[in-house]
């Protein structure tokens, strides 16, 4: 059962550890389940565990790390090459 809009997800107890599903992990860090799940491939945030071979979960270390990664402010370098160049570098007025 989910929890209502506005609680906060119920972990999944094994052991004694609590874990929680990669929907309440994406809902509650305001980031898509697709994109949750892109990260994880691409290797930018930690894979979870696979609980009963389907259900993805996270452990609170776990979704901290994640949060880290999904609310990360990272400065612009201009002199990496891969920034739109307007005005094809001419300075001020028109081009001709």
Do not use: C
Not at 5 to 18: A, K, L, N
Not at 23 to 42: F, H, I, P, Y
């Amino acid at each position: 059962m989910r929890p209502e809009p506005g609680q906060d997800p119920m972990p999944i107890e094994v052991g004694g550890i609590p874990y929680f599903s990669a929907g309440d992990v994406a809902k509650t860090l305001g980031v898509s389940r697709q994109t949750l799940w892109r990260w994880r491939q691409e290797g930018k945030i930690p894979a979870g565990h696979r609980y009963r071979d389907r259900q993805v979960l996270f452990t609170m270390a776990e979704i901290e790390a994640i949060k880290e990664y999904a609310h990360r402010i990272e400065p612009i370098d201009a002199s990496a090459g891969n920034q739109l160049k307007l005005f094809n570098g001419s300075k001020g007025g028109r081009a001709s």
